[in-house]
T-cell receptor
């Protein structure tokens, strides 16, 4: 099992450009998540998908959109990148998110720089 | 406001000693608390989950305590090794979090541990 995979690993964008971060999991998990991690700020939830066909906003959704393409894949789109979106982005998945014993499996991250 | 606080200063200890990391929380009433490990350039990896009615939980050289009165969890690594050097994150769901109320696994900012030979 590959677990959670993310592409690309690194990306540099200019302000105003758009891009999509891809995430896939092969653990048959129902729930998937996108976080960003910034120095001194910890992990912050951007969007999540409780199950295929549903998505909801997290703590910091502004400037992002998501698509739960199928049970395996959950993508994050930046429509018009801004320097404030420079960060490390992590995708995660879990069996049935929201249950208090649910644990999350993380991907390796995408390091995004917006100039 | 809800807060999860972990020591922001790195913890440096000598190999073989016990490392103790602290997680304090305010305005939460969690039924469970989780600990994750994060290595540089990698995503967090789940280590342990402890329930509110479990005072202590062990896994190999790891031990976690959970004191709901003090609103604190302690994470211990005994006989520490250089390979234990990493950042350790605590995380919890607010009580009542479920698929209807929204997903809210909240993470602390983590404490960096450095074990020197």
């Amino acid at each position: 099992n590959a677990g959670v995979t993310q592409t690309p690993k690194f990306q540099v964008l200019k302000t105003g450009q758009s891009m999509t971060l891809q995430c896939a999991q092969d653990m048959n998990h129902n729930s998937m998540y996108w976080y960003r991690q910034d120095p001194g700020m910890g992990l912050r939830l951007i969007y999540y998908s409780a199950s295929e066909g549903t998505t909801d906003k997290g703590e910091v959704p502004n400037g992002y959109n998501v698509s739960r393409l199928n049970k395996r894949e959950f993508s994050l789109r930046l429509e018009s990148a801004a320097p404030s979106q420079t960060s490390v982005y992590f995708c995660a998945s879990s069996t049935s998110g929201g249950h208090s014993t649910d644990t999350q499996y993380f991907g390796p991250g995408t390091r995004l720089t917006v100039l | 406001s809800q807060k999860i606080e972990q020591n922001s200063e790195a913890l440096n200890i000598q190999e073989g000693k016990t490392a103790t990391l602290t997680c304090n929380y305010t305005n939460y009433s969690p039924a469970y608390l989780q600990w994750y490990r994060q290595d540089p350039g990698r995503g967090p990896v789940f280590l342990l989950l402890i329930r509110e009615n479990e005072k202590e939980k062990r896994k190999e050289r790891l031990k976690v305590t959970f004191d709901t009165t003090l609103k604190q969890s302690l994470f211990h690594i005994t006989a520490s090794q250089p390979a234990d050097s990493a950042t350790y994150l605590c995380a919890l769901y607010p009580r009542g979090a479920n698929s209807n109320s929204g997903y809210a696994l909240n993470f602390g900012k983590g404490t960096s541990l450095l074990v020197t030979p």
